[in-house]
């Protein structure tokens, strides 16, 4: 793939991984509450684009229907004049209305200072608790933990994706000291969801494991992702075939909408208008990456924190490349992040040196966007499931593991359809693969919640021999209860 059009495909993979990250509501009514005697429960949640809020309480990134209905007009209408200046103007002006109220300076400085992240500082009975917006992902367990064991012994922590993972670590220091001291307690429980993960492992890679009775990553990203390091290295690549299936299957819920993508495709209409789109990109790229993607994202240091250690040099050479000088604080901050990043097996050493008990929980069967080298692999719809599994190996998706990848691999380590061979995750008999799981999983209710709730409770480290019901794969229907494979 040409270097130009690399660089320039970085905007659509940001703005699409904003909407697949978004959770889903899920209503589930609340369980009678049973006697709890453990240590508090602290959910440390996942990435949460939309989060942020200005001082009026306002979401600081929006999109409003009125505008993409607008974007996809004039799209349409420049499309048909063959005006790739005005497609791109559309897009670019699309970025940077989304990030306007967030983007940070060339010193990380934030554009807004009066944007943040609602806080929780209290247990979850000081909350209402009762709506759809916490009925799914890390939210959804948090509220099925208050519903099974009482509000009060149970802990949200939300964060900044902005921050640095060193400040990270010291705002979930500061989180989990004052939880210590309302509760009184000596140890905490604590789930770790999606970059939930990597702000855990931050908090342990500075200030070490005695405050953790468990600790178990749920969709971890405390491994990366590779799209994020696809993003930030201009790695990435629009596949007509694989953009076709991802819309197809993402949009099954809509006939007419669904309907319209197959005719497009149908007639050859879709591919025509992708290849344009690339088009565009290529002679355009400066404009999109300069006025978008580098401005905005540059020194949203949480990011950074998410690349894979493998990845990690080349998208710091690729995305200052020219700019060098510009972005000296940034690029000693990002020096210090890579360290980070690459003792992230050190760090998981520290847990297994301790008397912490510790797993991974990992999901796959779902499509991965279909705009990045890696699009083919499998995944939870967010992240790659080699990266949450702690290093398993995976087929294509839409394929098995070849005889080769199985090769010498015992029965039970790999997945009975033949896709997983978790012989080679890094704790493989203290992590568990779960089909078709959304990114993180536990909507409120749901048996896979109570396998999550199972595991962060337990008195001494479990694995998968521990339970019979909660085997090292397993396989969940759309409401995330289990079923045979």
Same mark, same amino acid.
């Given at each position: ?12 993979? @940001? ?27 602290? $959910? ?70 009066? @944007? ?26 948090? %509220? ?9 012994? @149970? ?40 970059? /939930? ?31 994020? /390091? ?11 075939? /694989? ?17 319209? @993508? ?14 344009? $789109? ?44 020219? $700019? ?51 699009? %083919? ?52 008999? %203290? ?40 085997? %090292? ?13």
């Amino acid at each position: 793939m040409n270097k130009l059009l690399k660089k320039s495909l970085s905007v659509i993979l @940001v703005i699409l991984m904003i909407a697949t990250a978004m959770p889903m509501a899920f209503a589930a009514e609340a369980e009678a509450t049973v006697e709890y005697d453990g240590d508090p429960l602290v $959910v440390v949640r996942g990435i949460d684009f939309a989060g942020l809020v200005d001082e009026n309480g306002n979401k600081a990134i929006t999109v409003e229907a009125f505008d993409i209905s607008n974007i996809f007009l004039n799209f349409a209408l420049n499309y048909v004049k063959k005006d790739k200046n005005a497609i791109i103007n559309t897009i670019t002006s699309l970025g940077c209305d989304i990030f306007k109220n967030v983007k940070l300076d060339k010193e990380g400085n934030p554009a807004n200072p009066n @944007v943040h992240i609602p806080k929780f500082p209290l247990s979850a009975d000081n909350y209402d608790l009762s709506g759809d917006e916490w009925a799914d992902t890390a939210v959804g367990l948090y %509220r099925s933990l208050a519903n099974k064991y009482g509000g009060e012994n @149970v802990y949200l922590y939300t964060f900044d994706w902005r921050m640095s993972p060193d400040k990270l670590a010291d705002d979930l220091k500061s989180y989990l000291d004052n939880v210590k001291a309302e509760t009184g307690a000596d140890k905490l429980d604590v789930a770790a969801c999606s970059m /939930g993960g990597m702000i855990t492992t931050s908090y342990i890679y500075k200030y070490g494991t005695d405050i953790f009775d468990s600790v178990f990553f749920f969709s971890g990203a405390h491994n990366g992702g590779h799209i994020v /390091g696809s993003a930030f290295s201009g790695d990435l690549v629009i596949d007509n075939n /694989g953009i076709t299936e991802f819309l197809i299957a993402k949009t099954k819920g809509n006939f007419f909408v669904n309907l319209l @993508v197959k005719l497009l495709k149908a007639f050859g209409i879709l591919k025509k208008i992708v290849n344009f $789109v690339n088009e565009a990109l290529v002679e355009y790229k400066d404009k999109i990456y300069a006025d978008f993607l580098r401005e905005c994202l540059a020194t949203a240091y949480g990011l950074w924190a998410l690349i894979p250690d493998e990845e990690f040099d080349a998208a710091v050479d690729f995305f200052f490349d020219g $700019v060098e000088d510009e972005y000296t604080t940034a690029l000693a901050e990002i020096a210090k992040i890579r360290d980070f990043v690459f003792s992230t097996e050190e760090t998981m050493a520290k847990l297994e040196a301790s008397d912490v008990k510790f797993g991974y929980v990992s999901h796959y069967n779902a499509r991965q966007l279909p705009i990045y080298s890696g699009f %083919r692999a499998h995944g939870d719809g967010v992240l790659e499931t080699d990266r949450t599994s702690g290093g398993a190996v995976v087929a294509d998706f839409g394929k098995t593991l070849t005889a080769e990848q199985m090769a010498g691999v015992e029965a039970e380590y790999i997945s009975p359809d033949k896709v997983v061979n978790a012989k080679t995750c890094l704790y493989a008999d %203290r992590t568990w693969i779960v089909k078709n799981a959304g990114h993180v999983g536990c909507k409120d209710g749901s048996d896979h919640t109570d396998f999550a709730i199972w595991l962060i409770t337990q008195d001494t480290q479990p694995t998968v021999y521990t339970n019979p019901d909660y085997p %090292r794969f397993m396989n969940c229907d759309a409401n995330e209860n289990f079923i045979g494979f």
